[in-house]
């Protein structure tokens, strides 16, 4: 008779064996079949804008693939494997080298002595970086230290947006390195208050004084892009297909951007009327984005940009929905509340709020989440997937070392909406992130 770990290792086979299924029917869907690990082009897949079906399989895969390592590998070896690994900073090699844009010229690969010329590095060195990368499929050596891109390496171009996030990601892990200093420091350890994130305290070590937004114009526009960037990563435009925006008149995208998220859906859905809002000089940025991806919409006169500070006024008034991407999670409680109130100064009876982050799930079921429906992972996985919320966690430590920001569960997003007289009424799970609607609490 098995015991009781053993059967919960053939579960968790079963869970990635079927999984993986579920993934691989997805691509073939496309018509293009499953890529290959070692394709030198993206699959359509790679760039739809509606991926959630591949998402949830791909979080049951990971979450039961990483425990079932936890489970039979050596506990020294998974820590050191979690702790030592410098992949990040040999991306960050590629994406400054433009590697990937060098190999993209040369489809049957490129010696690492040619390479490393082009790219003005040392031969050896670019050789290591490239070997750590290929070893997850980001490059392939195709013969002895010749090297062709891959699906993976290609993100890496300077075409790409999500290969801009590296790039925004690259001071990271300074802050991070500063992560416990911060926690006993006398003035940063149980401070929630923007001034007093690990990248502050990075700042202050370093004698540095600067704003996190006082940027160059390059750097604020890889900053952009790597914004539109992280909207691929985390699938965040599933939205687009998993609301109801045909019974949607009028919408209002809360420090929009340029828009990303609101082009594409004045693209898809013609009769929106679309309000970007963000600090004022955002507006030249945004007309030339939605001259290249949205014209028909400006030329019709179905969007307006309007310059406002969220913490200080309200958006404009009486449309259908206030969209929040990515925003609350950069603030403290109170800053949230605030924004929040704002927006409900100015909302009708049939309005609402969408607030679209990373809301993390934890082990633990919450109490009080009541008519709420919230996906859970089946036995043996941990009830929020695991691993396969990993992004969601992730983001959230990047909310902190930066700007001592945070991920929200539903309860808290509840408490802060209650502060400003929302409540929730229906969660949306796209496999990454979440977007939850709050409608004007009755009385």
């Known amino acids: 008779m098995k015991d009781i770990n053993e059967l919960k290792v053939e579960v968790l086979l079963d869970i990635i064996n079927s999984s993986a299924r579920e993934a691989m029917e997805e691509y073939k869907k496309t018509g293009h079949g499953v890529p290959g690990v070692d394709s030198t082009t993206l699959h359509p897949l790679d760039v739809s804008t509606d991926t959630l079906a591949l998402r949830k399989a791909i979080r049951l895969l990971e979450g039961a693939c990483n425990q079932l390592n936890a489970t039979l590998s050596p506990p020294q070896h998974t ?240 449309k259908d929905v206030y969209y929040l991407r990515h925003i609350l999670h950069d603030w403290p409680d109170s800053e949230s509340t605030t924004i929040l109130r704002n927006i409900r100064k100015v909302m009708g009876p049939n309005s609402r709020v969408l607030v679209h982050d990373c809301m993390l799930f934890h082990p633990i079921e919450e109490p009080g989440l009541g008519a709420i429906e919230i996906n859970k992972a089946p036995e043996p996985l941990l009830l929020n997937f695991g691993a396969g919320s990993n992004k969601q966690y992730q983001q959230d430590m990047t909310m902190w070392l930066v700007f001592n920001g945070k991920e929200r569960t539903l309860n808290e997003l509840k408490t802060i909406g209650a502060g400003a007289g929302l409540v929730v009424t229906k969660a949306y799970d796209l496999a990454g992130t979440t977007a939850v609607e709050f409608r004007i609490a009755q009385d």
């Open 79 to 318: 820590i050191y494997e979690t702790v030592v690994n410098y992949s990040w900073a040999c991306a960050d090699v590629a994406v400054k080298a433009r590697i990937a844009d060098i190999l993209d010229q040369y489809p049957e690969g490129l010696s690492v002595d040619v390479l490393a010329d082009k790219v003005n590095l040392d031969k050896t060195k670019t050789l290591r970086v490239l070997r750590v990368l290929a070893l997850k499929g980001c490059f392939k050596e195709v013969e002895q230290e010749v090297f062709a891109n891959t699906r993976l390496s290609l993100i890496l171009k300077s075409t790409s947006n999500p290969g801009c996030m590296v790039r925004v990601h690259s001071d990271f892990p300074k802050y991070a390195a500063n992560l416990y200093d911060t926690m006993i420091d006398q003035e940063y350890a149980r401070s929630y208050e923007v001034e007093k994130s690990p990248r502050l305290f990075s700042f202050r070590k370093e004698g540095i004084d600067r704003d996190y937004w006082d940027m160059d114009s390059e750097t604020r526009q890889i900053f952009q892009r790597g914004m539109a960037g992280i909207t691929e990563i985390m699938g965040t435009s599933s939205l687009v297909h998993h609301y109801p925006w045909d019974t949607v008149s009028s919408m209002v995208d809360v420090g929009s951007g340029v828009g990303a998220n609101s082009i594409l859906l004045a693209n898809m859905f013609p009769h929106l009327r679309i309000t970007n809002q963000d600090l004022p000089g955002f507006e030249e940025q945004a007309q030339i984005a939605w001259e290249k991806d949205a014209p028909e919409a400006l030329r019709d006169g179905r969007v307006e940009f309007v310059p406002f500070n969220f913490l200080e006024q309200s958006p404009v008034a009486g």
